[in-house]
């Protein structure tokens, strides 16, 4: 059964991801679709592109479509990639399935799909999800080679995402804020061997600062409940990333954190 | 593959659509089953009504289920309907259905369903999503036909729904906000052959005003990002409706715009 | 086909869920998987499990996963139940699952899986849905017997919940607010026969007053439009429970209700 996935900033209040589904279950009856989620913050390009890089070595090998794609309908190519895993990504060229692409190996074919013979038509200028990514998912999850899907381009002008580095800057470790998650969780572009710096002691509490000015006091942990009700734990996430959390409560929001953010870490 | 389609406005942080599924699953589980939207605002059966009919060109033929349904357990009636293109739109009869009706072809045949064998018994008060539509549609579904569903009626007495026209009135294009979607972007009841008013000229800046007493400047475009980051564009949208939009930001929030919102659009 | 339920308090908005479904799908293809919610109150344990009872009559008997777990990678253990009427669930052994055990007549078998041989390696210590729910569901799905999952453990050592009862008090019935839907209906820990109390008179009007102070009268009825517009009914909701509505408004609002706050109900 050939799987598709979809990741969107569309939300599940209005009726664009609905119409998807429909689109492809009207081209390809078999194909199981899986939502990744539609509730990547509008237009964030970079959240879409982190999540969808988090969520693919836990998804079926199939089709992802992605889109979160503040250009739609001008000068921006939509794309189809297959990927050196036998994956194919589906989407805007704009960033948005570069690190999923790097996840699944690096792009070994890409065509251009802005006209491809799997459009519907007459192609709208503002939901090319419904009239161009989901029908030319569909196509390729029914069996269409992805050489019929539209014009072949040259992976090297893919438009690349950059990823932020964590820093080190007077003693702190500087990292961004990746993503927010419901629990108030902040993942950061940071992995625990960051930590270990010149000087800090192995699991010695940290301070947080975050650019509002907040700050506490973090114990390196393993997981939410290593440390007291209302504490607050640096941990690895299970993506591999550093992430702060307080015990049953919402850091994000007690240090006014939102993606894109920089907090600063150092030794207590 | 037989396809059930749903939209409510249940939200999805209840039980209610999961239920739903699950009374489906039980009685047709070879179903598709694709959820169109739960999140139609609480009660409103003309934004639901509208979004039904939106989407409704988009999905494979199938059983249709709608259901914004405030007179629940009152005098309203519960309905399947055949469409003259095949499809089957079920749910209350409180005009919900009356413009997804029109998208197909019209009625060919009605049946009143508040009394059908293929209830779950007890039928409950308050949520015959899960006694009666859900259970219907299954039985639609898995192949019994309409008339073993209920007792035949009159499509001529169905509930209609008065759908809203724009109209002129002292220069200026008076229309209906008839969907706020997540990025903010205004559907408006007029389409772009109404903008081609007498003394008007064609792809002209136009003045809009909302009925909170702001007011801002827009440009005719095909699409976002036809106008700079921060400019308003008035465009057709996917539905063929005029839309009123802001480039990376939300025109719904900048003019306080709600669904049923009159705007007034003249030239500047 | 074999069915997969999910609960739990991911909300959508992250790829949790998304990934849960893709795990399951590359394990169990051919099950069909049914999001009962995800939109739990976070690490609401109680609500979650309310929820869960709720739901279970009306979904197809399979694997009932359920994930509020605010104490994931702790001490608590996970767990699978296979129930009297059997079905099977799975989740952390916070009681969670209990009421929903209950609903289908008592456990008759228990393993713990946090040690499964179906658990995708490396276990995270904050995603337990990712690494050993979902794959441990999906092994079972797929046919493999519940001993295969965990270590046998006996069923009277699991973590009860306690559930919350209404009393009578100075001439009043106080009853837990178990449930706030997206209406604002205010699902109570009563049924229709805590009403008849000596001396109130069957269908008279009653008044609730809210531990925040507010008071109004409500009438009983079976739904909600048995009362004007803006008036408040007291009625058997489609769960069983006494509930609290008001006629296309906001009761839960009204009243400042939230789940756990205990109201009373009085003659007026």
């Not at 192609?123 to 990514?133: K, P």
Request: glycine share 12%.
């Amino acid at each position: 059964m050939p799987v598709i996935t979809l990741l969107t900033d569309y939300g599940l209040d209005d009726e664009f991801a609905g119409v998807c589904h429909g689109v492809i279950a009207g081209i390809c009856p078999e194909a199981r679709i899986i939502d990744i989620t539609h509730g990547i913050p509008r237009q964030d390009v970079r959240a879409g592109a982190f999540t969808l890089a988090r969520a693919l070595p836990y998804l079926p090998i199939g089709v992802h479509v992605a889109i979160v794609d503040p250009g739609v309908g001008g000068a921006r190519r939509g794309v189809a990639l297959r990927l050196s895993d036998g994956r194919t990504l589906v989407g805007p060229d704009n960033g948005l399935l570069w690190p999923a692409a790097g996840v699944g190996g690096g792009v070994s074919d890409a065509v251009e799909i802005s006209g491809s013979r799997w459009r519907l038509e007459p192609v709208s200028a503002t939901f090319h999800g419904r009239d161009i990514f989901a029908p030319v998912a569909a196509a390729l999850a029914a069996g269409h080679p992805l050489e019929t899907a539209g014009e072949p381009i040259d992976p090297a002008g893919l438009q690349m995402l950059e990823l932020p580095e964590p820093r080190v800057e007077e003693a702190a470790l500087v990292a961004s804020v990746v993503w927010v998650d419901r629990f108030g969780n902040a993942q950061l572009a940071a992995r625990s061997a960051d930590l270990r710096q010149p000087g800090w002691s192995a699991g010695g509490r940290l301070r947080i600062d975050s650019p509002t000015g907040e700050s506490l006091t973090a114990s390196p942990g393993r997981t939410f409940s290593d440390v007291e009700e209302g504490e607050c734990v640096l941990l690895e996430d299970s993506a591999g990333h550093l992430a702060l959390a307080i015990n049953r409560d919402n850091v994000a929001e007690r240090l006014g954190l939102r993606i894109g953010d920089e907090i600063r870490i150092s030794p207590r």
